[in-house]
């Protein structure tokens, strides 16, 4: 039997179960206790360098301002060219409210 490296049914999931949140606390909650303090520091830099990448923001700004890496903001410059517009769909909803 291969091994896969992620499990569709396991992905499918932690969709549904994100999906389920209705308020900040519950997602504070799930995070909290779903992710180390590493990784959620990781995955909140990443939503803010698109967010700087995407008002058009230059590298240097976003790692002064971030402390991410060049890799790291170039990673997610690819995510914003090449990726399914997760991050842009979402700013829209968030600039909204």
């Not at 992905?11 to 994100?18: P, Q, R, S, T, W």
């Not at 058009?56 to 790692?63: G, M, N, P, T």
Request: hydrophobic share 35%.
């Amino acid at each position: 039997m291969p091994n896969k490296s992620i499990n569709d049914e396991n992905v499918e999931m932690l969709y549904k179960v994100i999906l389920a949140i209705e308020t900040r606390e519950e997602c504070e909650a799930l995070f909290d206790d779903m992710c180390t303090k590493t990784e959620l520091a990781s995955m909140s830099q990443r939503v803010v360098v698109a967010k700087m990448l995407s008002e058009k923001r230059v590298y240097s700004d976003i790692v002064a301002e971030t402390g991410a890496s060049t890799a790291t903001i170039s990673r997610v410059n690819r995510s914003l060219a090449y990726g399914k517009g997760g991050y842009e769909k979402l700013f829209e909803k968030v600039d909204k409210k």
